[in-house]
């Protein structure tokens, strides 16, 4: 049985996170330039990451969630990109998240501006809300190049950060 695509884009397809990739969301997380900004602690094993990974309800809660990034030419898995629904905040807010070796490669613009077209045209979105830490220079950038603007200042996880907003 292949994996169902959600999204693709011209280098990479998007899919739903599995259990079976818990080692590679291990280590993402286990590299501390990648979890810096995010306020997030790395999983303590890959056991625990697929633990995490098995309770992801997003798709089933909300139709929506964030999805494996593969390259399309070596199916490597490079990271994860997607939209994600605050039920308390009534919004939606698109992440990323990406391996070191290819940050700087335009892989996030990529990914994040083909899942913004899709909460704007298959799920009739009409703003998508996202946040960086104000440190996170290089997400200020991506975020700007996917049109969203900078609303204010917030503070995220104890953190000064930028909140930012895309209206279709």
């Given amino acids: 049985m292949g994996a169902t695509y959600i999204i693709e884009t011209i280098r990479c397809r998007l899919r739903p996170l599995e259990p079976d990739d818990a080692e590679k969301m291990y280590a993402l997380n286990l590299d501390p330039e990648v979890i810096r900004f995010t306020g997030d602690a790395s999983f303590s094993s890959v056991d625990e990451a697929r633990t995490f990974l098995k309770a992801y309800d997003q798709y089933k809660k909300y139709g929506i969630g964030r999805w494996v990034v593969e390259r399309k030419e070596d199916k490597e898995v ?72 900078r609303m204010e200042e917030i503070m995220m996880d104890g953190e000064p950060a930028y909140l930012y907003k895309v209206q279709f």
């Fill in 78 to 149: 490079i990271g994860w990109c997607g939209l994600k629904f605050h039920p308390d905040d009534d919004l939606y807010d698109i992440g990323y998240r990406f391996f070191r070796k290819y940050w700087g490669q335009g892989y996030a613009t990529e990914t994040a501006g083909a899942c913004l077209r899709y909460g704007r045209e298959q799920l009739g979105l009409a703003e998508v809300y996202a946040h960086a830490m104000t440190g996170n220079i290089a997400s200020w950038k991506v975020l700007e190049k996917l049109g969203m603007k």
